[in-house]
């Protein structure tokens, strides 16, 4: 029954672990929320490990705290049309799912969690991770979906998730379904068909608190963040190029505008995008930019304000750090960052801009000066707002704390 602890000891008498699985094709987002909630769980729980399964081909540029690893299969990207192809090795696109279905099985089969967390995709990049669900379910291994606040417009999502065969998933194999957001933004699967039983599995939990490390390696800074400055940032940039061009004629065309400016491109813009966009920084005597910085949270913590296109981990950072903000969200191939940014502006944590395709530089400028103007978000109470690394630490408790302690048990030594 839902809710009901059955607790699983092991032969080796270890702790307690969390599999985290990340299909990652392209993009930072999967990948910085999961391992957003793998250091809250184990800050909070001292006895467990967290693994994570990621398909992005950066996140050896990220830093993880002890217990706390990943392994990387192989990569995929998806292609503009839809579809999917290998993204560094020479072979064709099953063979490579192929390969990362079976590192996925036989890493759940070796390091034997008792909680799988699956991010966004039920079954995984083209069902891969199906096998892997089936055998943890026999084992008895807590199966948790973890979706963001907004998946997609409900006319897109619906067909999708009926073509992938998600809802039979959530009802037959999934124990828990956790959204990282609030009811109050979005209700990301409310137009879908859904039976009782899968509905009763759904907890909110609020967004993912984000905070800026402790230990923050040592690296240059860039020039411009030696006064207030803005932060422009696009994620993964595989779809900013929009954003920074707007960002640019605005400050080219008004050199006078109240802060300079950072660009962030991204690690995954087109080279020569990035090549360009650096070009025309450099004759900005106010504005500079740099591709990726993998401890974005100081840079965002620095900064007198954000533009950003609006995906979950900026507007969650945006948030937690109480920063005011310029979003101005991609409406393809998703509407996911538009949903979530109007929605936003709406309870006035945010401002949204709209790239209509003219880009006109004094639409940008004039939102930039105003931007001192404009609320901070902690200036609207929203009740539960960013209690969600506290929720999801507390859902996965009865299923982590007991193994644990059981471990704990085992090693102190019995009275005669």
Not at 140 to 146: A, F, I
Not at 164 to 176: G, I
Not at 244 to 257: G, K, N, Q
Not at 292 to 305: H, I, K, R, V, Y
Request: contains cysteine; neutral net charge; glycine residues 6%.
């Amino acid at each position: 029954m839902p809710g009901e602890v059955t607790q699983r000891r092991r032969d080796d008498g270890a702790s307690a672990r969390v599999l985290i699985y990340s299909h990652d094709t392209m993009g930072l987002g999967h990948l910085r929320r999961c391992r957003a909630i793998a250091h809250s769980l184990v800050r909070q729980y001292e006895h467990l490990s967290v693994l994570i399964l990621s398909g992005s081909p950066i996140i050896g540029s990220f830093d993880f705290r002890a217990r706390v690893d990943f392994i990387r299969v192989p990569g995929v990207i998806k292609l503009r049309n839809g579809e999917y192809t290998t993204l560094n090795l020479d072979i064709d696109l099953e063979k490579t799912l192929s390969m990362r279905s079976s590192i996925i099985r036989h890493t759940a089969d070796i390091f034997d969690p008792d909680v799988f967390i699956v991010d966004k995709e039920p079954l995984g990049l083209r069902g891969e991770v199906t096998d892997t669900l089936e055998r943890l379910k026999e084992r008895g291994t807590r199966l948790v979906l973890g979706l963001r606040d907004v998946m997609d417009s409900p006319t897109l999502l619906a067909p999708e998730w009926q073509r992938k065969n998600a809802m039979p998933a959530l009802r037959r194999l999934y124990d828990e379904i956790w959204i990282y957001g609030l009811p109050q933004i979005c209700e990301p699967l409310a137009d879908l068909p859904m039976p009782r039983s899968v509905a009763d599995k759904m907890t909110y939990t609020g967004y993912l608190r984000r905070s800026v490390p402790k230990a923050a390696l040592p690296r240059p800074a860039p020039e411009v963040t030696k006064e207030p400055y803005l932060l422009v940032t696009t994620g993964g940039g595989g779809d900013g190029e929009e954003l920074i061009e707007w960002v640019l004629r605005a400050y080219e065309s008004d050199p006078l505008l109240p802060y300079p400016a950072l660009l962030v491109l991204g690690p995954f813009m087109q080279p020569e995008r990035q090549d360009d966009f650096k070009r025309r920084a450099a004759k900005l005597r106010r504005v500079e930019a740099i591709t990726f910085d993998p401890q974005m949270e100081s840079l965002e913590a620095n900064a007198a304000g954000i533009i950003a296109m609006g995906g979950y981990n900026t507007f969650c950072e945006i948030l937690s750090l109480d920063k005011r903000a310029i979003v101005v969200p991609r409406t393809e191939p998703r509407m996911e960052q538009y949903i979530r940014a109007s929605r936003a502006q709406e309870l006035g944590l945010i401002r949204m801009l709209e790239a209509t395709g003219s880009l006109e530089p004094k639409v940008m400028a004039a939102a930039i000066r105003a931007l001192p103007k404009q609320k901070l978000p902690s200036d609207v109470v929203v009740p539960g707002l960013l209690e969600g690394l506290e929720n999801v630490n507390r859902l996965i408790q009865p299923w982590v704390s007991d193994v644990a302690q059981a471990a704990n048990d085992d090693q102190i030594p019995r009275q005669a």
